[in-house]
């Protein structure tokens, strides 16, 4: 348990030293073999991930890898966390409205006589919510891969998403501001994955992603 | 990095490997590598992949001092070993 933690620990240090520093990652890798052989592989694992995390920001891959990670934790993870708070009914971004349920609710904010209608549209409206934020995770976990390719195409899905939202929303005289919010973040997350994907393409301009990734 | 300088200069001419240079300094392996990194970056330390000593065990990365970084050693090892001056002592 103790060498695979180790070994993992080991491995994260040579992806967070990057390109400039592969050799170095090497070094730290056989000097592992060698503490692993006195007893000593954890210490020496963790040592030089703290090394190599303290390196990233003197590299400009590191700098990259780092402000990918702000994007995605900062922003793209708290969105998806959004969705499915605002569809399973927490508070929304409209103030004095709690989630989808109260939004369909009628009497409360919704007319009475579509009560049926709305009872009949919430499981829909509730998959489009929650795919909504499935959508955002897969955002992430693409940019965090590094693979534009796919994080275009996730973004795509959501913003068809959106706009399935704000028509369905909108047949059931539902208060859109709550999807003009996403369009306005989504709009931000965009602007965000084109400046990411635009600094990788000048750090590797072979424009092989996968490589890439390897030596990240 | 007074401590890592002092353990290269005693054998400069003989190159020294990462584990070897933990265990003689004291230094873990979080603070020895950025030393080491940094100072090759200015040309104080120079690193090369040996062949091992024991066959079937894959290469090391070795580490040496340049003749600027044994340079600089003398002096640092200089001053630390110097009597204060007595505007020092004053």
Redesign the interface.
């Known amino acids: 348990m103790t060498e695979a933690m180790a070994k993992a620990l080991i491995a994260l240090a040579g992806r967070c030293l990057g390109e400039s ?1 592969r ?2 990652a ?3 890798q ?2 592992f ?3 692993r052989a ?1 007893g000593r592989p954890l ?9 190599a995390v ?2 990233m920001p003197m590299h400009e891959e590191g700098r990259f890898v780092l402000a990918n990670y702000i994007l995605v934790i900062g922003l793209v993870v708290p969105m998806a966390a959004l969705q499915f708070a605002w569809g399973l009914g927490f508070p929304s971004s409209v103030p004095g409205q709690t989630g989808l349920y109260s939004m369909l609710a009628p009497g409360i904010f919704g007319d009475p006589y579509l009560a049926g209608a709305y009872a009949a549209a919430a499981p829909l409206l509730l998959a489009l919510w929650l795919l909504l934020g499935l959508g955002h995770l897969r955002l992430a976990w693409a940019v965090l891969d590094h693979d534009w390719a796919r994080a275009g195409r996730a973004a795509a899905f959501i913003m068809a998403l959106i706009v399935t939202l704000a028509i369905f929303m909108a047949v059931l005289f539902l208060d859109c501001r709550d999807v003009m919010f996403h369009v306005a973040a989504l709009a931000v997350e965009l602007i965000a994955l084109s400046c990411s994907a635009r600094w990788h393409r000048e750090l590797f301009p072979s424009g092989d992603v996968a490589s890439c990734w390897q030596t990240i | 990095m007074l401590v890592l300088l002092k353990a290269l200069a005693a054998q400069a001419h003989q190159w020294r490997h990462g584990y070897d240079l933990m265990k003689e300094t004291g230094l873990l392996s979080g603070t020895l590598y950025p030393l080491l990194m940094r100072m090759t970056d200015q040309g104080l330390v120079e690193a090369e992949w040996r062949e091992p000593v024991q066959p079937g065990r894959p290469p090391r990365h070795a580490y040496r001092l340049t003749t600027q970084g044994l340079e600089l050693a003398r002096s640092a090892t200089d001053r630390a070993d110097a009597p204060p001056s007595k505007a020092a002592l004053a």
């Open positions: 520093r050799d170095w090497l070094a730290m056989s000097e073999d060698i503490a006195e210490a020496f694992a963790a040592g030089c991930l703290i090394a303290r390196e």
